[in-house]
Nanobody, 116 residues
């Protein structure tokens, strides 16, 4: 059974930084591309970044140069470093495989709020 637990969110001023973590358990981590998604109030969930088991990364245009995704395969953990945060980055951030699990499972996410 897959479990995804996101953490590290919080309230930060514009221009600030946060580091999100996602601990994955079950058979998801070693065989999939992992990704971060986010959902802002009133908007659809969107892809933010992804990383393959070999470390190949991909980013949404809106976060390129500001966010960095990484993974620790030994610890089944994926990270998202958020720098130069903007108000429009405010959202609940989720991790999942990319594409998302066919079961429809999502973790609880972690709230990122960028505000002065």
């Amino acid at each position: 059974q897959v479990q995804l637990v996101e953490s590290g969110g919080g309230l930060v001023q514009p221009g600030g930084s946060l580091r999100l973590s996602c601990a994955a358990s079950g058979r998801i981590f070693s065989i999939t591309v992992m990704g971060w998604y986010r959902q802002a109030p009133g908007k659809q969930r969107e892809r933010v970044a992804s990383i393959s088991t070999a470390g190949v990364t991909n980013y949404a245009d809106s976060v390129k140069g500001r966010f960095t995704i990484s993974r620790d395969n030994a610890k089944n953990t994926v990270f998202l470093q958020l720098n130069s945060l903007k108000a429009e980055d405010t959202a609940v951030y989720f991790c999942n495989s990319m594409p998302p699990l066919s079961s429809g499972y999502w973790g609880q996410g972690t709230q990122v709020t960028v505000s002065s």
